[in-house]
């Protein structure tokens, strides 16, 4: 999956630390802790009809985040959605529109990565692009990556954070493979997620998941397990050995950007056949019908 250009794009104004800045001229700072050290935790955010989809649930993960890098001056909810609602005015968005939230630890006096060379408080950026679901909604194609997802021993999922090189080697693979995403196993050989979203398995009418042990905690995979919860689909969390991922009835990854895709294939197993599996599309609409109804209203209609 190679996202395309959008010409709607082109003349973005991206939200600098409060400062409104079109694209061509955005810049940050060479003391900033996101160009210093990849210092940052971050959010992927959309905006359906006016309304973000889960905020408090995105805004909570990227506090939590922030708090166990221990950011100084991590600003209010309040600030980051009034942040948020100008850069949606400057830009006359309201629907089908992907927000990064990116929040630094901030401008360093010298270069180094001694936290205590930071004595402003955090930088907050917001660059909301029109973009629909990036995945194509007929499946997405996977190959087990060399590349794994450390245990919290090596550096702790739980933070959302910038730093995605070990996502970025793994996505090389799947690019080298001729396939869109990777599938990235724990250090214990059992699935983890892809490089930029969770997978689910469906076998005998059972829904699956990994734990969050090698993975961040996401704001749709805790959608599908609660809508599993309340419409009685039976489901598991727990460690799934990748063998029992190619014995699967159907796969798929959930994730803000592309939301509720089938998998296809993994490697040389094929899933799901012609069409998305009866779970995934059951999964998949119930999903769509949230997102239409649900959501902080951040845009007065
Ligand atoms: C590594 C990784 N996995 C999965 C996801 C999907 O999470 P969410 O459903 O919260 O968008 C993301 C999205 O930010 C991610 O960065």
Same mark, same amino acid.
């Given at each position: 999956?190679?996202?395309?250009? /959008?010409? @709607?794009?082109?003349? !973005? ?10 694209? +061509?001229?955005? =810049? *940050? ?56 609602r100008r850069t949606f005015e400057a830009n006359n968005m ?23 060379? /930071?004595? @402003?408080?955090?930088? !907050? ?10 995945? +194509?909604?007929? =499946? *997405? ?48 050989g059992n699935m983890a997620e892809t490089n930029a979203t ?33 419409? @009685? ?69």
């Amino acid at each position: 999956m190679l996202q395309k250009q /959008n010409p @709607e794009n082109k003349d !973005l104004i991206l939200n600098m630390d409060g400062q409104l800045v079109h694209r +061509d001229e955005a =810049g *940050v700072s060479p003391f900033d802790s996101s160009f210093q050290n990849g210092d940052t935790v971050w959010e992927g955010l959309r905006l359906y009809q006016g309304r973000i989809f889960r905020l408090q649930e995105h805004l909570d993960r990227m506090r939590k985040g922030a708090t166990m890098l221990r950011y100084q001056g991590i600003p209010s909810d309040e600030k980051i959605i009034d942040e948020l609602r100008r850069t949606f005015e400057a830009n006359n968005m309201t629907d089908n529109v992907h927000i990064r939230l990116v929040l630094s630890r901030g401008l360093k006096y010298t270069s180094g990565m001694d936290p205590r060379i /930071n004595l @402003e408080g955090c930088s !907050l950026f917001v660059l909301a692009e029109h973009k629909p679901p990036v995945y +194509d909604r007929s =499946g *997405v194609r996977l190959i087990t990556a060399n590349q794994r997802r450390p245990f919290a021993d090596i550096l702790d999922q739980t933070i959302h954070s910038s730093n995605q090189l070990t996502s970025i080697l793994a996505k090389m693979e799947a690019i080298e493979a001729g396939v869109d995403d990777a599938l990235m196993l724990d250090p214990d050989g059992n699935m983890a997620e892809t490089n930029a979203t969770h997978v689910f398995v469906v076998k005998d009418g059972i829904v699956h998941t990994s734990t969050t042990r090698a993975c961040p905690e996401g704001i749709t995979r805790a959608t599908v397990l609660e809508l599993c919860e309340k419409r @009685e689909i039976p489901h598991q969390i727990r460690d799934i050995p990748v063998a029992e991922v190619h014995e699967a009835d159907e796969v798929f990854c959930t994730g803000t950007m592309g939301e509720i895709v089938p998998v296809v294939q993994l490697d040389e197993t094929v899933f799901n056949r012609e069409e998305e599996g009866p779970v995934t599309g059951r999964i998949a609409s119930l999903y769509t019908a949230l997102t239409q109804s649900e959501g902080y209203r951040i845009i007065q209609e």
